[in-house]
Each structure stands twice: as structure tokens, then as C-alpha cells.
T-cell receptor, first 113, second 111 residues
């Protein structure tokens, strides 16, 4: 089955700096890669996703890149703000057949004002 | 706006009790999931269902069972709760190849 590894497990950055979280996946059939943000005491919510037919996607201060050959994808947050502090999860999924989604173990991001 | 709701936010049970956790979604999604979330271990899939009365084991199904009698409802059952099942349980739903939406979670404590 699919295995998703996520690094780092914790990340501290100064407000205004950039943050990068990296994930690798094992199943070359995976073709959908979402990123979720979970604030303390709240449910995970999708912040951005990418499908295997594109290499990069941006949404304001957030971007995700995908390297299918190397089987890794990354989340980039620029100009970080204190409200970006949360746990971030990457995931990988195959959009055909059964819809199992495999998550990474999460990255706790702390943005220091 | 997609809504996924769970029957309880907090639950305290005793060892050996049978526990039911219920999840309801209102978006006619085919796929529903149960995860448990523990610090440092991320979201681990317990069971998922891709249709009514259909279920598949996830990565950690031992000690759990599920039921999906109606498309909108997916139940997680702990036949005989144990202390190592103390955790946060998250339900989710999605349609094919699309965003997964999570419920608010149930924090279960087994004494």
C-alpha cells in the first residue's frame, strides 16, 4: 500500500519568513495530493491540493510543488503570519477504484511574532 | 457548504463497554472514512466505506468494526473498549477523486 513520509515534524520560523514542508510517497499510482491545516482543537481543513498532471500550484501565499519522478511534493508558505501556526498534513490518494487517502504524520508549524 | 457531523465531541467510557461513534454527511458522498489521531502518529485510517453496506479495512482495523446502512451515515463500533483506544476519532467523507471533508472529531477516553 501507499506510504507517505513527512518532514520535518516540527518547524519554527520568524514571522515574515518562508516555511517549507516536504513529503514523499511510495505508490506511483497516486495522482492526487492534498494538504490539510489543523488548528488547535479544530478539524483538518484542505488548504491546497495538486493533481499529478501539474507540477506546481499557487494560492496567494501558499504553493505546492510535485515531482512525480522523485515521488515527492512540498508545501511552501511565504511571508508567514502567526495565524499560520498549526499542524499541517500532506496526503496521497489514487482517484480510481477505492478512495483510500494516506496521510503523513504531520508538521507542527510555529510562527514566532 | 459540506457538513460532516459526529454524534459526540467528548465521550468517556469504561473498559469493556461497547461504544458507538456516529458520523453523518449531507453531501451525498460515496466514500466515508474513520481515522484516529494520536500525537506524533498523524491520521491513521481505521476503516473506510465506498458504498452502502460496503467496507474496507484501513491500516489499523483491529478492535473496531463499522456499519454503513445508509449513504449518509457511517458508524464506528468498539466492541469492547480498551484503554489503548483512548484517542481522537475523526470521520471524513469525499466524493470520487475530490476533497476530503472532516467532522469535528470525538475525543474518546476509556477508563
Amino acid at each position: 500500500g501507499e506510504n507517505v513520509e513527512q518532514h520535518p515534524s516540527t518547524l519554527s520560523v520568524q514571522e515574515g519568513d518562508s516555511a517549507v514542508i516536504k513529503c514523499t510517497y511510495s505508490d506511483s499510482a497516486s495522482n492526487y495530493f492534498p494538504w490539510y491545516k489543523q488548528e488547535l482543537g479544530k478539524r483538518p481543513q484542505l488548504i491546497i491540493d495538486i493533481r499529478s498532471n501539474v507540477g506546481e500550484k499557487k494560492d496567494q501565499r501558499i504553493a505546492v510543488t510535485l515531482n512525480k519522478t522523485a515521488k515527492h511534493f512540498s508545501l511552501h508558505i511565504t511571508e508567514t503570519q502567526p495565524e499560520d501556526s498549526a499542524v499541517y498534513f500532506c496526503a496521497a490518494s489514487y482517484s480510481g477504484g477505492y478512495q483510500k487517502v494516506t496521510f503523513g504524520t504531520g508538521t507542527k508549524l510555529q510562527v514566532i511574532p | 457548504d459540506v457538513k460532516v457531523t459526529q454524534s459526540s465531541r467528548y465521550l468517556v467510557k469504561r473498559t469493556g463497554e461497547k461504544v458507538f461513534l456516529e458520523c453523518v454527511q449531507d453531501m451525498d458522498h460515496e466514500n466515508m472514512f474513520w481515522y484516529r489521531q494520536d500525537p506524533g502518529l498523524g491520521l491513521r485510517l481505521i476503516y473506510f466505506s465506498y458504498d452502502v453496506k460496503m467496507k474496507e479495512k484501513g491500516d489499523i482495523p483491529e478492535g473496531y468494526s463499522v456499519s454503513r446502512e445508509k449513504k449518509e451515515r457511517f458508524s464506528l463500533i468498539l466492541e469492547s473498549a480498551s484503554t489503548n483506544q483512548t484517542s481522537m476519532y475523526l470521520c471524513a467523507s469525499r466524493t470520487d477523486g475530490d476533497t476530503q471533508y472532516f467532522g469535528p472529531g470525538t475525543r474518546l477516553t476509556v477508563l
